[in-house]
């Protein structure tokens, strides 16, 4: 009884953390969402400002992601399902790292004001990272679920691949607006800003690849 309560415990704290890393990343694509007026305004000084504090974050995320796999690693308690935690801390990690490459990549230069207002025009650039973001708190949701029972963990990975799938839609209409203006000879700016838009995309991927491996926790009987 008392080696039974132990390991319920243990895996109590994991899951525990593995909640609390995912509200780092949570936070990181809330800052995320501040990116678009200084976009539109051309203030890459304010989006050096949120790459720093994605920065911060993303060292904080690492710190819980090594902290989960030690407590992981520690003992036997989760037999059948160690390799899909690990494999889902890590795919829950490339999410913050994702998140600050973004941002990095988003920040190299400032393009060509003609090549912003490509992005800028409409509202598909704070519908796409807000989908991206939604892939995310969907994520944390459905991780949510599993304290509750495999069937309401399972119902609420659907969420996450919708908004995956919304977030490609509008991921094509900004490349495609961004691609499209033959006038436009920013080539490298044109070029930065499809690397952003593609590398804030796999912020989506990762959540829904994050969404599999909880299916497959449900499927292995954890919940």
């Known amino acids: 009884m008392m080696s039974w309560i132990k390991s319920l415990n243990r895996r109590n704290i994991v899951f525990d953390l593995i909640e609390g890393h995912l509200k780092i990343v949570r936070e990181m694509v809330d800052e995320m969402m501040n990116i678009y007026e ?10 050096h400002r949120i790459r720093g504090v994605l920065n911060v974050l993303e060292n904080e995320a690492d710190e819980v992601q090594r902290s989960v796999i030690e407590k992981i690693s520690g003992g036997s308690y989760f037999g059948g399902i160690f390799s899909e935690l690990i494999q ?25 004001k003609t ?16 989908l991206c973001r939604d892939t995310v708190y969907a994520l944390d949701y459905a991780l949510k679920g599993l304290n509750i029972n495999r069937q309401t963990a399972y119902e609420r990975t659907h969420a ?28 490298l700016g044109i070029l ?25 926790l449900i499927i292995r009987g954890y919940g």
């Open 160 to 187: 996450i691949k919708k908004a995956e799938e919304e977030a490609d839609t509008y991921k094509s209409r900004l490349l495609t607006s961004l691609f499209s203006k033959s006038e436009n000879r920013d080539t």
């Open 115 to 130: 090549t912003v207002e490509c992005l800028t025009r409409t509202d598909d650039l704070v519908q796409f990272v807000r």
């Open 38 to 47: 200084p976009i539109r305004r051309m203030d890459w000084q304010e989006l």
């Open 88 to 112: 889902l801390i890590n795919k829950i990690d490339d999410i913050a790292d994702t998140a600050k490459d973004a941002m990095s990549t988003l920040t190299q230069e400032q393009p060509a």
């Open 192 to 216: 930065q800003l499809g690397n952003f838009i593609n590398i804030t995309d796999q912020v989506a991927d990762n959540a829904k690849d994050a969404g599999d491996l909880i299916f497959i």
